[in-house]
């Protein structure tokens, strides 16, 4: 019985690591597009050729975060959820200081 309770607990965390990575994904894309609407310039070339392809963008940070949220345990996408915080702070750091994301 233990054991049940066990792994809704774990289903529960990996959910909100899963959970967690796609949204703060969708935050970057969010970022991206405002921050590239106010003329700011992206300094990664190949998102920054994307952007001229809006469909491949949204595949690159939409429909693929979603596919790796399904697909890897939650425990491994902790690396990944905290490099998206930093590049997430980083981005709003630029877009309040006004430097180039």
Known sequence: MLM???SAG???REAVLKVAFVA???????LT??????????LNPFIRALLE???????VKGVLP??????????LLVPSILALV???GWNLAQLVGG???
């Open 4 to 6: 049940l309770f066990a």
């Open 10 to 12: 774990t289903y529960r």
């Open 24 to 30: 703060l994904g969708f935050l970057d894309l969010l």
């Open 33 to 42: 597009l405002y921050a590239f609407s106010q003329g700011f310039v992206e």
């Open 53 to 59: 392809r809006p469909w491949g963008l949204a595949m």
């Open 66 to 75: 979603l596919a790796i949220a399904w697909l890897v345990p939650g425990r």
């Open 86 to 88: 930093a590049v997430n």
């Open 99 to 101: 430097g180039g994301v």
